[in-house]
């Protein structure tokens, strides 16, 4: 099984809104990856984690907030969006942060009005 | 940092025809080249990948090729069908002994299968 899940599959807020996205998976994967991808465009790195704990943060706006309570579950926690914050937003894992394949969700699709 | 140019970017072929697809990347440190196919609405799912200890890998109708020389690797589509159809991204990385990993994608190519 190499499935990630992401929920919600869509979602519309407002700039003054709070929301969360959310993201799990059951592979044993340690390495879990949050990924911001626009239209015709490839995927954005923006945070990873490694066993629970913030590795990367690729410089993103404060706006937007991870969180990994425990080695399945990885959280995106969003407030005060731009509408150019609407996209893709793409969850993925791999066994452990480096080389080794990464299985992405099916991502949420944020618009922010 | 890492570069990766993808080409073409548009890529139209008939069903039973061969597609390539084709990435240069800039960093000779460079080991890991997957490739992704993302269908309309669906993330990314990885679909082959090679590592610079081989030159060439295979998985029924897809192949990947490696060239470390002159920093180049293809993908290979063989006997395409309608459901080939989708957008294609290839990727690089390298492992730079620490805890810093990171995928640099091709811009991608839209590969249309005409029936």
């Known amino acids: 099984d190499t499935e990630v899940t992401q929920t919600p599959k869509h979602l519309v807020m407002g700039m003054t809104n709070k929301k969360s996205l959310k993201c799990e998976q059951h592979?044993?994967?340690?390495?879990m990856y949050w990924y911001k991808q626009k239209a015709k465009k490839p995927p954005e790195l923006m945070f990873v984690?490694?066993?629970?704990?913030?590795?990367i943060n690729e410089s993103v706006p404060s706006r937007f907030s991870p969180e990994c309570p425990n080695s399945s579950l990885l959280n995106l926690h969003l407030h005060a969006l731009q509408p150019e914050d609407s996209a893709l937003y793409l969850c993925?894992?791999?066994?452990?942060?480096?080389?080794?394949?990464?299985?992405f969700g099916p991502g949420t699709r944020l618009t922010v009005t | 940092g890492e570069n990766v140019e993808q080409h073409p970017s548009t890529l139209s072929v008939q069903e039973g025809d061969s597609a390539v697809i084709k990435c240069t990347y800039s960093?000779?440190?460079?080991?890991?080249f997957p490739w992704y196919k993302q269908e309309l609405g669906k993330g990314p799912q990885l679909i082959i990948d090679?590592?610079?200890?081989?030159g060439e890998k295979k998985d029924q109708r897809i192949a990947v090729t490696l060239n470390k020389t002159a920093k180049h690797f293809s993908l290979h589509i063989t006997e395409t069908q309608p459901e080939d159809s989708a957008v294609y991204f290839c990727?690089?990385?390298?492992?730079?002994?620490?805890?810093?990993?990171?995928?640099?994608f091709g811009k991608g190519t839209l590969l249309t299968v005409n029936p």
């Open positions: 993925a894992s791999s066994l452990r942060e480096g080389h080794y394949e990464q299985y």
């Open positions: 592979m044993g994967h340690r390495a």
């Open positions: 984690y490694s066993y629970e704990k913030l590795s």
């Open positions: 960093d000779s440190a460079s080991n890991y």
């Open positions: 090679i590592r610079s200890n081989v």
């Open positions: 990727a690089a990385s390298r492992d730079s002994g620490g805890s810093n990993y990171k995928l640099t």
